[in-house]
Nanobody, 121 residues
Framework: QVQLVESGGGLVQAGGSLRLSCAAS????????MGWFRQAPGKEREFVAA????????YATESVKGRFTISRDNAKNTVYLQMHSLKPDDTAVYYC??????????????WGQGTQVTVSS
């Protein structure tokens, strides 16, 4: 079992930055690929980024490449999403998830409750 708690969301102006954190409970954190997803109102949940077990490999959806960076600290059982150059289109509830390496939400077994990110124009 892994429990995930996100933090760091908020309201930011376009062009600004935020860092999301996701703290995991349990001793098996390092066994899971960690991902970030987001869901905007009226839209499906979409993949944002993922980091493999040691964080040595990371993946990001095209729309955030060069702006968002995922990283993880297994000693702290925490995964981060550093977001720069935020755009209004980035407004969504952001979720962290633990599971298998995939851009498909169905491959992730554990989910946090989400944190709201709002980018004003």
């Amino acid at each position: 079992q892994v429990q995930l708690v996100e933090s760091g969301g908020g309201l930011v102006q376009a062009g600004g930055s935020l860092r999301l954190s996701c703290a995991a409970s349990g001793r098996t954190f390092s066994r899971y690929v960690m991902g970030w997803f987001r869901q905007a109102p009226g839209k499906e949940r979409e993949f944002v980024a993922a980091a493999t077990w040691t964080g040595s490999s990371t993946y990001a959806t095209e729309s955030v490449k060069g702006r968002f960076t995922i990283s993880r600290d297994n000693a702290k059982n925490t995964v981060y999403l550093q977001m720069h150059s935020l755009k209004p289109d980035d407004t969504a509830v952001y979720y962290c998830a633990a599971g298998a390496l995939s851009g498909n939400a169905y491959s992730y077994d554990y989910w946090g409750q989400g944190t709201q990110v709002t980018v004003s124009s």
